[in-house]
């Protein structure tokens, strides 16, 4: 069981979408503050917009880099992450390059996570590895968690929520059997409801990136609630 407000810690409130306005990006950051979420997450170009809109509140801006395909060069995340960074993001979500990882080539997976995670650690910015499972097989979610367990990424990610289906609870069970203890594990695609952010949670996830935030938030504060009244 967790309190209300540890339960809403756990979300990342997410407004990743390419049509996302002023209007929308402010609303989304002041739903944010007002739940207590861990951040807002968002394309890295807002980021500087963002950070103004929850200056003074504990909710930290969750830029996405190389978003959502991942096949940027290294320099080029880098360059992207330094730039969130610079515009006050205070976690850096990636998207690693897929093809490499199909292509086996762990060198280059791990070259790029430590360039992207040094950078992040050397500005006490908190960074997130997205594997983005739906196109990769087992093996190949076990290699992208062995160069983690050497770059050291704070989370490893299942998905972006662009790809063609969701997280499961399956691959947030192996992906923390790989990592254990070392990294945490975030779940986010398609998580939609109490049940499912509950089943990920239960399966080793740490974090919950989804936009049905406030809805599984409030289906957990009624439940929270009618549990105490019985209790």
Do not use: Q, W
Request: hydrophobic residues 45%; negative net charge.
């Amino acid at each position: 069981m967790y309190t209300k407000e540890e339960f809403h810690g756990l979300f990342d409130h997410t407004l990743l979408k390419p049509f996302a306005t002023k209007d929308m990006l402010a609303d989304a950051c002041k739903t944010a503050v007002a739940y207590g979420f861990a951040t807002i997450a968002i394309n890295s170009g807002v980021t500087a917009m963002c950070a103004e809109f929850v200056k003074g509140s504990k909710v930290k801006v969750d830029a996405a880099i190389a978003f959502p395909l991942g096949i940027a060069t290294i320099a080029a995340k880098v360059a992207e992450t330094e730039d969130a960074i610079r515009c006050g993001a205070g976690e850096i979500d990636y998207v690693l390059n897929i093809g490499m990882l199909k292509d086996h080539r762990l060198d280059y997976i791990t070259e790029e996570m430590k360039a992207i995670v040094s950078t992040c650690r050397a500005a006490g910015v908190t960074s997130k590895v997205i594997f983005e499972n739906c196109y990769l097989t087992d093996d190949e979610k076990k290699m992208a968690c062995e160069a983690a367990l050497v770059a050291l990424p704070d989370f490893v990610k299942t998905s972006t929520g662009f790809g063609p289906t969701a997280a499961t609870v399956e691959d947030v069970k192996l992906m923390k059997a790989m990592v254990g203890d070392k990294i945490k594990v975030k779940a986010a695609g398609g998580v939609r409801s109490l049940e499912a952010a509950l089943a990920m949670l239960d399966a080793g996830a740490e974090r919950i990136g989804c936009s049905a935030s406030v809805a599984i938030c409030e289906e957990y504060d009624d439940y929270m609630k009618k549990t105490l009244s019985f209790s």
